[in-house]
């Protein structure tokens, strides 16, 4: 088994500079059965021999409880970071739904990041804690299709089905269109989510991605900490696109966008992640 600390980090660097929640629990890891052809996770972990999306490794569960006891507790710990917590290995492991448990009995706010419609299943609905949980759902396209072709995660028709239960029985939940990949997004479908809030991140690429995804990179013009990016016009132009959200926060990488969203656009300045925070922090 990998050491822990695989498992369980706090994210520095230019990322982890920049997110308000960069303390990260996988509950899986060192590979995900979504196997995303854009994820930047794999980009960086393939090349090492670190990948295997048919047998992620799985956290030992008593090292989560140790790791969920040392965690400050007013700070909110990320479920998900360079795998999906929600992947189908958890029908059989429950991994996540352990943690889930452990983190409410401590009382530590949590945020899940997925692909997965699972999240919104009745046994997960009657654990997740109103006052602690925080959900986002990624969504990238609605054509369900078309998804199959680049990522295997529920279809996205389950995924909004997921994001909407969870509007319907007030959870603190976010449609996340991540990456935000443009052509593929029908706006129409997009703005007819019924979901209050909405976290925007754009996609950015490397070499191993534009292998894996083969779409049109000639618009990422902007290069920064290895990675290319669309530059901010461009991203203004798309965003201009995603209408009939209460609220609208964009996830940014990139100095010069993450600034302007920062100061122009995000419906909190301080947290781009835009979580409901009962405990006032």
């Given at each position: 088994m990998e ?24 509950t ?9 052809s854009?994820c930047?996770?794999?980009s960086?972990l ?5 990948w295997?999306?048919?047998a ?6 008593d090292e ?5 006891k040392k ?15 929600f992947?189908p ?7 996540t739904?352990?943690?889930i448990?452990l ?6 706010p ?10 919104a ?8 804690d109103?006052d ?6 990624t ?5 369900d299709?078309?998804?199959a ?5 529920s ?7 997921a994001i909407?239960?969870l ?11 991540s ?13 007819s989510?019924?979901?209050d809030k ?11 991605i534009?292998?894996?995804?083969p779409?049109?990179y000639?618009e990422y013009?902007?290069?920064q900490n ?50 409901r ?5």
């Amino acid at each position: 088994m990998e050491d822990f600390n695989s498992f369980f980090k706090t994210v520095d660097g230019n990322e982890g500079g920049k997110c308000h929640y960069n303390s990260r629990l996988d509950t899986y890891g060192c590979g995900c059965q979504h196997d995303c052809s854009y994820c930047y996770a794999k980009s960086l972990l393939d090349f090492r021999g670190l990948w295997n999306p048919k047998a992620p490794r799985i956290a030992p569960i008593d090292e989560v409880k140790k790791a969920i006891k040392k965690f400050p507790r007013n700070q909110v710990v990320r479920l998900g970071g360079m795998t999906d917590c929600f992947q189908p290995l958890e029908k059989t492991v429950r991994n996540t739904y352990k943690a889930i448990r452990l983190l409410n009995m401590k009382k530590q706010p949590y945020l899940i990041v997925t692909k997965s419609a699972m999240v919104a299943d009745d046994e997960y609905l009657s654990i997740l804690d109103k006052d602690l949980a925080h959900v986002q759902i990624t969504v990238t396209t609605f054509d369900d299709k078309l998804c199959a072709s680049y990522e295997k995660a529920s279809p996205p028709s389950k995924r909004v089905e997921a994001i909407e239960k969870l509007q319907k029985n007030g959870f603190d939940v976010q449609l996340r269109l991540s990456p935000f990949i443009p052509q593929y997004v029908e706006f129409e479908k997009l703005n007819s989510v019924e979901c209050d809030k909405i976290l925007v991140e754009f996609l950015r690429t490397n070499h191993w991605i534009e292998n894996w995804f083969p779409i049109s990179y000639s618009e990422y013009t902007v290069k920064q900490n290895g990675y290319h990016h669309l530059p901010l016009e461009r991203k203004l132009d798309y965003i201009s696109l995603i209408k009939d959200f209460k609220e609208m926060s964009v996830c940014e990488d990139e100095n010069r966008a993450y600034q302007y969203w920062q100061k122009h656009f995000n419906h909190n300045p301080d947290d781009c992640c835009n979580l409901r925070r009962k405990d006032g922090h």
